[in-house]
């Protein structure tokens, strides 16, 4: 296989190393920054390209490796005359192959690969990626290629339909970006009690680790605790007055599914107190 990458940013360059020292050779790279490929370039060994077109002529699988809005731009900028049993990819949570449209018609494959990781920087990020879950999906063909690939690398792989990715990538924002906005709430709360950002967070740390250890060692169901699995109507009534107003919806829903959990947990227990407190 002749891999190459256009987009030589945190994602392109990450994947392009993280294959590279497994033993996957890399063809190269282009990008608008010329800086940029010249990094992923010499960490992967491979080649520098000057136009888009040239990478793509020299390349059997070619990852667009760009922002979300960017993939359909580069696509359309593509010759298409030359790409028949090519494979173009991009690893966006939120969209399908379907943005390669009409790629048939030139005899081209779509695929979407998409880590379920947090990939922060260049330097780093792709030595962790063996822990990384890859979704999959696309033309079948390539799909299986990148099937074998992938598993051959310890990553476990999961194909999905191509309407479920914004459902998927929804789901991976709440694992990810709102926690980092809980946090936040949490943070703020305890600063109006005298802690600073410093010792808000110094003092969540402890919790936060250990709850998600649980959730992950146990699942949502048996790692549930506070008010709501104790039937405290009490005291999230006392919370509900003393909150801000901008949180209480979200404290609300929140419960809301806590009770849903608790409902399943204790399936004897009358929550109704609870889901009269919580209406909106």
């Known amino acids: 296989m002749q891999i190459g990458f256009i987009g030589a940013g945190k994602v392109g360059t990450s994947l392009g190393r993280y294959l590279y020292t497994h033993g996957i050779p890399i063809t190269g790279y282009y990008s608008r920054n010329a800086e940029h490929t010249l990094f992923a370039a010499k960490h992967t060994q491979s080649q520098t390209f000057t136009s888009i077109q040239e990478l793509v002529e ?15 731009t580069i696509w359309e900028k593509i010759d298409k005359s030359h790409i028949t049993d090519k494979c173009f990819c991009h690893c966006s949570g939120a969209l399908s192959s379907q943005i390669f449209t009409n790629r048939e018609q030139y005899g081209a494959f779509g695929c979407s690969l998409h880590p379920l990781y947090a990939i922060s920087d260049k330097e780093t990020s792709y030595k962790t990626l063996g822990e990384a879950l890859f ?12 099937q074998k690939l992938f598993s051959d690398l310890g990553n476990p792989v999961q194909q999905i339909d191509a309407s479920g990715k914004q459902r ?38 402890p919790l936060l680790a250990g ?19 104790r039937n405290d109507a009490t005291t999230i009534t006392k919370h509900l007055s ?11 829903e929140l419960t ?25």
Request: include cysteine.
């Open 211 to 229: 709850n998600t250890n649980a959730v992950l060692e146990k699942g949502p169901l048996e790692a549930l605790t506070g008010p709501v699995e």
């Open 58 to 72: 020299a390349c059997d699988i070619i990852w667009i490796t760009v922002t979300d809005s960017a993939i359909a």
């Open 256 to 280: 809301r599914v806590l009770l849903e959990l608790a409902s399943l947990r204790h399936p004897e227990a009358d929550y109704s107190a609870i889901e009269e407190q919580i209406k909106l």
């Open 168 to 205: 998927y990538h929804a789901a991976a924002v709440f694992t990810s970006n709102h926690v980092i906005a809980l946090v936040q709430v949490a943070t703020n709360l305890l600063k109006t009690c005298g802690f600073s950002d410093e010792t808000a967070l110094a003092a969540i740390r």
């Open 135 to 146: 979704t999959l999906e696309g033309d079948q063909a390539y799909v299986e290629v990148f």
């Open 242 to 252: 003393c909150l801000p107003d901008g949180y209480i919806p979200l404290y609300k």
